[in-house]
């Protein structure tokens, strides 16, 4: 299994929309819409958290997670003076709990500790991923509601 990163581009609009929709499966299993709803609504979010993060950070990385060259999620990520920002990291449903998120998560620490940053996540506060983060050394420095934000300091 080889994963990797490339770029995200324009052509890869239908495949986000895919990953997007996937964060948010058990959320629209509950309401009573038609599936063209669902679509219509899902579609909406995507682009509007899509075009906030673009215009918010523009000098972010936004990048296809790849295994063995196919796509398989997404790895947003925010680079600042003092810290990495991992806004978002997705890999669709059938392809989890297989360690790639593990080993992307890993490969930030690393740059964390070479360059002396912390790196940081906003979890919501019922999502699996925060066993991974915590697992990774993450600790919960803020709440805000229903979100958590994660970190992890460089050891000094």
Not at 26 to 43: A, C, G, I, N
Request: net charge negative; proline share 4%.
């Amino acid at each position: 299994m080889a994963i990797t990163l490339r770029v995200a581009s324009d052509d890869d609009a239908a495949f986000l929309l895919k990953v997007y929709a996937s964060t948010r499966d058990d959320e629209m299993s509950m309401v009573p819409w038609s599936d063209e709803q669902k679509e219509t609504f899902l579609r909406f979010q995507f682009e509007g958290q899509h075009n906030f993060y673009h215009e918010q950070f523009p000098d972010a990385s936004y990048d296809i997670i790849l295994e063995d060259d196919e796509p398989i999620g997404r790895l947003y990520v925010r680079r600042e003076a003092a810290e990495i920002g991992i806004m978002d990291i997705t890999v669709l449903p059938e392809r989890r709990n297989r360690g790639m998120g593990t080993s992307l998560v890993r490969t930030l620490l690393n740059e964390g500790a070479e360059t002396n940053k912390r790196v940081c996540i906003w979890v919501e506060s019922y999502n699996p991923s925060i066993r991974l983060f915590e697992r990774l050394g993450f600790s919960k420095a803020q709440e805000d509601g229903v979100n958590w934000l994660m970190e992890r300091r460089p050891e000094n």
